[in-house]
């Protein structure tokens, strides 16, 4: 069974850094599209960053510059290093992957990525940013 567990989450001043980790299990690692996504309150979820199976990655118009999405395949585990973090960057962060992965993982605008993609999602951890 696949499973996915965020952490790292908290509450930080504007201009902090925070480190989230995804610890993947239950999956070959290296067949996928993995990613983070986030949800403000009355809004909609939407994606961050996305990595492949090679290592590439995709960002968010918002958060590129900021934000590095990396991942360790020995540890199976994703990760989002957000620095310079904003307010407007306070959401639920969520883990997602998808075991089939393909071009799509890095096409489009990620903050439109359809949820849709991705298979198995985590259970989300909250990040607080004030100003």
């Known amino acids: 069974q696949v499973q996915l567990v965020e952490s790292g989450g908290g509450s930080v001043r504007a201009g902090g850094s925070l480190r989230l980790s995804c610890a993947a299990s239950?999956?070959?690692?290296?067949?996928?599209?993995m990613g983070w996504f986030r949800q403000a309150p009355g809004k909609e979820r939407e994606g961050v960053a996305t990595?492949?199976?090679?290592?590439?990655?995709s960002y968010a118009v918002s958060v590129k510059g900021r934000f590095t999405i990396s991942k360790d395949n020995a540890k199976n585990t994703l990760y989002l290093q957000m620095n310079g973090l904003k307010p407007e960057d306070t959401a639920n962060y969520y883990c997602?992957?998808?075991?089939?992965?393909?071009?799509?993982?890095?096409?489009?605008?990620?903050?439109?990525?359809?949820?849709?993609?991705?298979?198995?999602w985590g259970q989300g951890t909250q990040v607080t940013v004030s100003s």
């Open positions: 997602a992957a998808d075991l089939r992965g393909g071009s799509w993982c890095l096409e489009g605008p990620k903050e439109i990525m359809s949820l849709t993609l991705f298979d198995y």
């Open positions: 239950g999956y070959t690692y290296s067949s996928y599209c």
């Open positions: 990595i492949d199976r090679d290592g590439r990655t």
